[in-house]
């Protein structure tokens, strides 16, 4: 089994940042995909972004170019650099593991996920 734990989450202003980090645990027998996914209240989780192997990740398009996934293979870590953060970001965060995906990554391709970590966005 492979334990996952989110934190840095937090309250901050829309425009603003955060970082997120993930540390997995436990059981892991070798390559997998490290995701982050978030749920908002009443919505369905979705796939912010995915982490394959260097230098490829996915990332979903509401998060292009604002959100950034820093995965250290050797230490099992994955951290979410969060900028220009708006209000529809605001959500539980959790991070997540997989052997493989589908592509685009969805939501129940992740069988081991964490207990998450509030992300609030404020005007």
């Known amino acids: 089994q492979v334990q996952l734990v989110a934190s840095g989450g937090g309250a901050v202003q829309a425009g603003g940042s955060l970082r997120l980090a993930c540390a997995a645990s436990g059981y892991i027998s070798g390559g997998y995909v490290m995701a982050w996914l978030r749920q908002a209240p009443g919505k369905e989780r979705e796939v912010v972004g995915s982490?394959?192997?260097?230098?490829?990740?996915y990332y979903a398009d509401s998060v292009k170019g604002r959100f950034t996934i820093i995965r250290d293979f050797s230490k099992n870590t994955m951290d979410l650099q969060m900028n220009n953060l708006k209000l529809e970001d605001t959500a539980v965060y959790y991070c997540?593991?997989?052997?493989?995906?589908?592509?685009?990554?969805?939501?129940?391709?992740?069988?081991?996920w964490g207990q998450g970590t509030q992300v609030t966005v404020s005007s």
């Open positions: 997540a593991a997989a052997q493989t995906t589908k592509w685009p990554p969805q939501g129940s391709d992740f069988g081991s």
């Open positions: 982490s394959y192997s260097i230098g490829v990740t």
